[in-house]
């Protein structure tokens, strides 16, 4: 497994580093967060021969939490994403697996190990309020309630007009009527 760190990285309101490696499989490559260190230069290096790691697969980070400036060091990520570790060490990024696990026990067990990270103090799901699924469930209530409203409302005025009298509609206006006029009278000279 190779090294890599993530500098600048909060744990505990305490700020430090992750560690985190590349590992390599017989079917690509993985990115893996071993733990936090409080100094990024006291992570001790992982040794070259086999190891085994178990833990939890998470949805890779975004380059928007990234971490540790534009221009980073030589084995240094800044943020836990396939394509930040392809990036930095010139892998092929479509060797990756897609997101990052989190370990949960590395075997064997290296001297001077990270603190272990439990995956729900790094956050894979970044700010969601539980009150916004709730307002998406209402939302859709809504919006059903109105469809109906709308149909019934379509359908009333279909019934109204089928049920109201028919009238014939003139094609033309009608002739003014004509008032009887009175006879004139003519008077001959005479």
Request: glycine share 8%; net charge negative.
């Amino acid at each position: 497994m190779a090294d890599a760190v993530v500098p600048e990285r909060v744990h505990e309101r305490t700020l430090g580093a992750y560690a985190a490696g590349i590992l390599e499989t017989r079917d690509g490559r993985l990115l893996v967060l071993r733990g936090w260190r409080h100094d990024p230069d006291d992570i001790t290096a992982l040794p070259g021969d086999a190891i085994t790691v178990s833990g939890h697969l998470v949805a890779p980070e975004t380059p928007a939490e990234a971490t540790g400036g534009a221009e980073l060091p030589a084995g240094r990520i800044g943020y836990l994403a396939p394509e930040a570790a392809a990036a930095a060490t010139g892998l092929e990024e479509s060797s990756f697996y897609g997101g990052y696990l989190v370990v949960i026990e590395e075997d064997p067990q290296p001297a001077g190990a990270p603190e272990r990270l439990d995956v729900n103090t790094i956050a894979p799901v970044r700010d969601v309020s539980p009150w916004q699924n709730l307002s998406y469930w209402a939302q859709w209530w809504v919006f059903a309630g109105a469809v109906v409203v709308f149909w019934l409302s379509a359908v009333r005025s279909a019934i109204k007009r089928r049920r109201a009298p028919l009238e014939p509609v003139p094609d033309v206006p009608p002739a003014p009527e004509r008032r009887p006029s009175a006879r004139r009278r003519t008077t001959s000279p005479g």
